[in-house]
């Protein structure tokens, strides 16, 4: 039976592209197989940071420490005001380690509750199929190249890496709904324009 792929699968697919026997369990002991667990998790967590539709929270809002202080819980990787309505020279918070801060009075003593789009790091097994997929493939390429660094098998490599970031990709814009309103670039310049239309007194 065909199961969605564990931590010990990606481990032991990562081992066969150096020709190495697959483990029975993650604390084998063997060098090859920690190393490989090391790079799984490094390009885990450096994949999700992107941001994607099965790792991100929108309006999650997290409350102030009695210090005043807004602390994220561990597992937040990224986190952002939840609009953009409140973007001002007056009001700028951005996450500075596993806190927000106050740019515009250079303090982290923010004293009450923020919404804010958040991108949360899941566990390997929390991901969806097509994620653990590209991770899984991606992390085989470079375990590769720092054990043996073959060329050959490292094009080889590539092509499925690509191949399962098309797959990714796909599942996300299947999932996503996306348009350009989500994308904070743009509607940054959308505020900015209509901030111009009210001041100029003008309409559209």
Sequence with gaps: ?????????AVNSMLSTIGEAPVNGLNSGLVEAET???????????????GWNFNSEPNYSVAATSDGDVVLPAEIIRADLATTKYRSSTT???QRGNKMYDKANHTY???????????????FELMPEVARR?????????????V???????QMNRTDEQEALFSLKEHEGDNGDYN?????????????????????????
């Design 109 to 123: 003593n923010i004293g009450k509750t923020l919404k804010l789009n958040v991108v949360v790091l899941l566990a």
């Design 36 to 50: 490989a667990e090391t790079i799984l998790n490094e390009v885990s967590r450096s994949v999700q940071a992107d």
């Design 180 to 204: 350009i309103f989500d994308d904070y670039g743009t509607a940054s310049v959308l505020d900015r324009s209509i901030g111009k239309v009210v001041t100029n007194g003008s309409s559209f």
């Design 92 to 94: 700028e918070y951005i």
């Design 1 to 9: 039976m065909t199961t969605p792929t564990t931590t010990l699968g």
């Design 148 to 154: 043996l660094g073959s060329s050959t098998l490292s």
């Design 134 to 146: 590209y991770v899984s493939v991606k992390a085989s390429r470079i375990f590769q190249e720092r």
